[in-house]
């Protein structure tokens, strides 16, 4: 089967944030990073992925945000394979090998709710950090960053209901 390539959208920042925040609407959501970024990074397709860049470093400094399409489950929906990855209990509703797989990626593990969503917080071991969450169509989406604390993401997330 060929693949096709979709080219990269480079937007350059402009004018467009605000000194405390700058807001981004990526699949009915608003986000509200930090301001002032040296360029986003758009490609359309299965993934929909955003990247917001904070400084002239590759692959430092960075923001992104995409529907995650393709993470394995066990067969579980995403709330019960959340909640078992998270569970120090090796009793899980999920399939083992799945669960175990995701716990040797991330670490650090927690959730915290709001009037709308549960937000699924992990860490890695090269300080990487990861939420997860469900919108209202049941896509789960992931945002990632080399360089925010839990507290960065739930004050940027917690202004999104």
Same mark, same amino acid.
């Given at each position: 089967?060929?693949?096709?390539? !979709?080219? &990269? ?8 944030? @605000? ?16 301001? #002032? ?8 397709? !299965?993934?929909? *992925? ?7 470093? +590759? #692959?430092? #400094? ?17 709330? +019960?394979?959340?909640?078992?990855? &998270? ?5 899980? *509703? ?6 175990? *797989? ?20 992990? @860490? @890695? ?8 969450? +469900? ?12 360089? *925010? +604390? ?12």
């Amino acid at each position: 089967m060929k693949k096709m390539l !979709i080219p &990269l959208i480079l937007i350059i920042i402009t004018g467009c944030s @605000t000194p405390k925040t700058l807001r981004v609407a990526y699949s009915g959501h608003n986000f509200y990073l930090p301001p #002032n970024p040296e360029m986003v990074i758009s490609e359309y397709g !299965i993934n929909n *992925l955003l990247i917001i860049k904070y400084g002239s470093n +590759t #692959n430092k #400094n960075y923001i992104g945000i995409t529907k995650e399409s393709d993470l394995h489950t066990g067969n579980c929906d995403y709330k +019960t394979f959340f909640n078992d990855v &998270l569970n120090a209990i090796d009793n899980n *509703l999920c399939d083992d090998k799945a669960v175990k *797989l995701f716990r040797d990626i991330y670490l650090n593990g927690s959730v915290w709710r709001t009037s709308k969503y549960l937000y699924y917080y992990f @860490t @890695t071991s090269d300080n990487q950090s990861f939420v997860f969450f +469900t919108n209202n169509d049941s896509e789960l989406i992931k945002l990632d960053s080399d360089f *925010l +604390t839990v507290e960065d993401w739930q004050s940027m997330l917690l202004q999104v209901d």
